[in-house]
């Protein structure tokens, strides 16, 4: 119970921070962590293999809460879009700063 509580925290924290490729190391440690914990206390196989199951699931919900979260909210993590909608990097952007200037000075005469 408190591996997947765990489990579903840590998706949320990544799931607010990172794209979706960061679950594949994520899962995989975890299964490393299980099935450690597992040996170390001496649990039977099934219930390691079951254990796992649902930490994986629980990283997997917790990501999707989160970035649902973001999604619902208006708060995506964007790393291109500004709020007047242009774009930081490309040509857009170049676009974007000449038009800017442009507008710029036609205020100030």
Known sequence: MIA???????GAALGLRFKVFVLLPVIF?????GVAV???RAADFWPMV???IIASA????GYLS????LFFTGSGRS??????GAVHRGELAGQHAAATLDS???RLM
């Open 4 to 10: 997947t509580m765990l489990s579903f925290v840590l």
């Open 29 to 33: 440690w975890g299964l490393v962590v």
């Open 38 to 40: 597992g040996i170390a």
């Open 50 to 52: 079951l254990t796992m």
């Open 58 to 61: 629980a990283f997997q919900l």
């Open 66 to 69: 989160a970035n649902a979260l």
């Open 79 to 84: 790393s291109l879009a500004r709020p007047d």
């Open 104 to 106: 710029d000075v036609l």
